[in-house]
């Protein structure tokens, strides 16, 4: 299985200020097809996640311009320009390049 | 357009449970289908997806042989039947559709509490 490891696993961020997530896959996402199937999820505290970045570095629709992926092979990295309020809660990566699809831990992302 | 789960509650080890997902709103037969799941406090699981035909299916290897999915393309419907209930099933099961690409579009999920 791929593992995919996040790093940090805790963000304490101030208002204003950029913010980054990376995420390590065990082997390269590149699928056979040429894609790299890399996505980015926000779960807000008690509520469903929420894709927010597919295909590495594609923002879903009604994503800030604030947020953006980036990265090729086993590295890879979210980051948020400018940390708003909304932005607190968990963030996750997932490879769907192989079966099973697996899921980074997971970085919590607090204000300070 | 959306995703509403169903089904979930308290449950026996060794005890069964469906699940459903009702989607509405987008071209669901266009689309594969995704169960993904998550213990209380803890992070995601991918449990199982199905293709927008039916036609391949993929399971977590902890639950092949207990749980098989389903979909009815007529009636926009994904299903989950889960047979030999285990303590370590306990979590919200969360029906989760592509469209377009993977994972874009999640349910408010359903809880499973497996449990003597």
């Known amino acids: 299985d791929i593992v995919m490891t996040q790093s940090p696993l805790s963000l304490p961020v101030t208002l204003g200020q950029p913010a980054s997530i990376s995420c390590r896959s065990s082997?390269?996402?590149?699928?056979?097809?040429?894609?790299?199937?890399l996505n980015w999820f926000h779960q807000r505290p008690g509520q469903s996640p929420r894709r927010l970045i597919f295909?590495?570095?594609n923002r879903d629709s009604g994503v800030p311009d604030r947020f953006s992926g980036s990265g090729s092979g086993t590295d890879f990295t979210l980051k948020i320009s400018r940390v708003e309020a909304d932005d607190v809660g968990i963030y996750y990566c997932?490879?769907?390049?192989?079966?099973?699809?697996?899921f980074g831990q997971g970085t919590r992302v607090e204000i300070k | 357009v959306q995703v509403v789960e169903s089904g979930g509650g308290v449950v026996q080890p060794g005890g069964s449970l469906r699940l459903s997902c009702a989607a509405s709103?987008?071209?669901?037969s266009e689309w594969g289908m995704h169960w993904i799941r998550q213990a209380p406090g803890k992070g995601l699981e991918?449990?199982?997806?199905?293709?927008?035909?039916?036609?391949?299916?993929h399971y977590l290897d902890s639950v092949k042989g207990r749980f098989t999915i389903s979909r009815d393309n007529s009636k926009n419907m994904l299903f989950l039947e889960m047979n030999s209930l285990i303590i370590e099933d306990t979590a919200v099961y969360y029906c989760?559709?592509?469209?377009?690409?993977?994972?874009?579009?999640w349910g408010q999920g359903t809880l499973v509490t497996v449990s003597s």
């Open positions: 989760v559709a592509d469209g377009p690409y993977i994972a874009a579009l």
């Open positions: 709103g987008f071209a669901f």
């Open positions: 991918w449990v199982s997806t199905i293709q927008y035909n039916g036609n391949n299916k």
């Open positions: 082997q390269s996402l590149v699928h056979s097809d040429g894609n790299t199937y």
């Open positions: 295909l590495i570095s």
């Open positions: 997932m490879q769907a390049t192989d079966w099973p699809w697996t």
